[in-house]
Structure formats: C-alpha cells, structure tokens
C-alpha cells in the first residue's frame, strides 16, 4: 500500500510545482509589466451568484414524523448500527497494523497511528451516543422528543457569510501600489517552491 503513499506525496509535489510556477509568472508580470497583470486581473474578477444553486440545501426538511411513528423500527436500526460499529471499533480495529499497512517507515506510522487513535476514539464516542439514542428511540421515545426539542436550534449564519460574499479590492490596490517588492518576495517564494517541488521529483 505504501505505492498509494507515493502518488499522494508526488501528486502534492506536482501541485507545488504548478502554483510556482504561477506564483513565478505572477511575479514577473508585476516586476516588468504591471500594466499586464493589472488587466489580467480585470478580466478574471469575476463575481459568481451561488445563492439560487445553494437554495434546495436550504431547505427545512421534516423527518421527525416519520421517525417517531416509526420510533420501535428506527430505534432498533440505529441502535443495531450503532452496536456494531461500536463492537468495530473496541475489538475488531487494530490502530497499529492498519496503520502499518498504508504507511511504511516508523515516523509515518506513529503519525498515522495518533491520527488514527484520535479517530477511533471519537467513532467510539459517536457510536455510543448513538447507541443511547436508538434505546431512547425504543423505550423512551418522548424523553428523545423533548431532547430533539430544546437540541432543535436554528442558527443564522447569513450574516457572517455576506461578509466573505464582499468584494475587496484592498489587495490589488496594494498589490498595483507596491508592484516591485511583492514581486521580489513573489519571485523568491516562488522560485523557492519550483527548486523544491524539482529535487524531489528527480530524487
């Protein structure tokens, strides 16, 4: 498996090279002809209305009927779901030989293994609760209803959206303002990532 760790590792070295090489030609552009990149950047600004695709997600969509006339059923499957996921993850998942599998070298699988272990505790966490919600949807069913109830918050997050949904032109008036300097250190960091992305690709 760890040929799947190689195509990720060259796959981001890849990327890396075509942003520098981008950030490289953004760069030169800004150093010798600015008048360029400013129109450059005139004809790719371009604002996008993503509301009325996003308005079916939107939508309030009440399942709460069916669930609780049907509380015994569901309650059973999410309970059985949760009892088996949770079996998984306490006997059946060893975090050290999974992990051995898709990463090779010591360091990669002590990472892995964190990063699997973080996992496997919150899938733990998760199918216990889920467990508990499936019992309560069989025996208790109106103690979950009143839990659903004061849990059912409706949180308005237009107002922090329309904030990134402003457009800025501080950036290009401060980019067209300093065209030099932020075209040096473009050109650095660029150049920089280009050497890197090169060496370990011919490694």
């Known amino acids: 498996m760890e040929i799947f760790w190689e195509i990720g590792i060259q796959t981001i070295e890849i990327l890396t090279l075509v942003f520098g090489i981008m950030g490289m030609t953004l760069a030169l552009m800004l150093l010798f002809s600015p008048g360029l990149a400013r129109n450059l950047s005139n004809i790719l600004n371009r604002s996008i209305d ?97 839990i659903e109830n004061k849990l059912n918050s409706w949180f308005e997050t237009k107002t922090i959206i329309d904030k990134f949904d402003k457009s800025s032109h501080d950036m290009d008036s401060f980019l067209f303002r300093h065209p030099v300097p932020v075209g040096l250190v473009g050109a650095v960091i660029s150049f920089i990532l280009i050497s890197l992305s090169i060496i370990n690709l011919l490694r």
């Open 50 to 146: 993503v509301d009325k695709r996003l308005e079916y997600l939107d939508k309030d969509i009440q399942i709460a009927k069916f669930f609780y006339k049907h509380h015994i059923i569901m309650g059973l499957l999410i309970a059985a779901g949760s009892g088996v996921s949770l079996f998984f993850f306490l006997f059946s998942l060893d975090v050290s030989k999974f992990a051995g599998i898709f990463f090779g070298s010591r360091a990669n699988v002590f990472t892995a293994e964190l990063v699997l272990g973080t996992f496997t505790w919150a899938g733990r966490i998760g199918c216990l609760a889920g467990l508990v919600v499936g019992l309560l949807m069989v025996f208790r069913p109106d103690l979950m209803k009143r």
